[in-house]
């Protein structure tokens, strides 16, 4: 067998746990001091030579050879400086404010917990949202909302609450339009999908219903809602026949 730095190296790790065990006076003893001063001066070549050729290694990333520098040379003032050694490691922890460095793994599995939980609160404002403009595009009916987008529609519809609020003369009530009730046609439908206007009430109501029927019943009013109007048209349009 080829005798290198390496097997040496571990050949006198080898007669070092095995005269702990024959001589209980061993660590005591000068070949102890001896053998440890050996091994560590065989540790410190090895390292050395792994620095020399990962740092003239071109391709390596800079960062990369730098910490691997100080990993070696940390490696070796462990033995040869324990007290500072120890100084670093508690001043690295303390930068890393933990006493034990986890898991890179961990870290990246929280942050994809806390992404999901910010969609799933991002949905649920969006469906409470919706659901908040429906119930005001009920309460406040508007006779003319052709061009119209659904924020300017709700503000629309919040000045004419606050203004009934503030008069106390209550809300006026808009006369139904002719097409209420009725099914929107293609051009209404394409006019919501294009925000040229918002659903009246009954178109709404209308469309929940045959884009629950489109969807074979796999999502409930609240969830077509959070979609927004735009979105339930386009549904309604793509599954409705030309005509």
């Known amino acids: 067998m080829e005798i290198t730095p390496v097997n040496l190296r571990n050949l006198l790790l080898d ?12 660590e005591q003893s000068a070949l102890r001091e001896l053998l ?7 540790g410190e070549s090895r390292d050395r030579q792994q620095l020399v050729r990962r740092a003239g290694a071109q ?13 070696s040379v940390t490696r070796e003032l462990r033995h040869s ?43 649920k404002a969006v469906a409470e949202l919706s659901a908040l403009r429906a119930a005001l595009a009920n309460a406040v009916p508007l ?13 629309e519809r919040m000045q004419i609450l606050l203004q009934a609020v503030s008069t106390g003369g209550g809300l006026r009530k808009q006369l139904a339009t002719p097409e209420s009730g009725h099914a929107p046609t293609r051009t209404t439908l394409q006019a919501v999908v294009d925000g ?11 469309c929940i219903g045959e884009a629950m029927v489109l969807t074979g019943f796999q999502q ?3 969830q077509l809602l959070s979609q927004g109007e735009a979105a339930l048209a386009r549904l309604v349009l793509d599954g409705k026949p030309a005509g």
């Open 15 to 26: 007669c070092r746990t095995a005269l702990r065990k024959a001589d209980k006076n061993f």
């Open 36 to 42: 440890d001063d050996t091994i560590i001066a065989l």
């Open 59 to 71: 391709d390596a990333p800079a960062a990369q050879r730098v910490a691997y520098a100080w990993q």
């Open 81 to 123: 400086h324990p007290a500072l050694f120890q100084e670093l490691s508690t001043r690295v922890l303390k930068r890393l404010d933990t006493e034990v460095i986890g898991d890179a793994s961990d870290e990246i599995q929280a942050l994809e917990d806390e992404l999901r939980l910010r969609d799933t609160q991002e949905s």
């Open 143 to 155: 006779a003319d909302t052709v061009g119209g987008s659904e924020a300017a529609l709700a503000q």
């Open 196 to 206: 040229q206007r918002a659903l009246s009430t009954h178109e709404r109501e209308w």
């Open 220 to 222: 409930t009013p609240a």
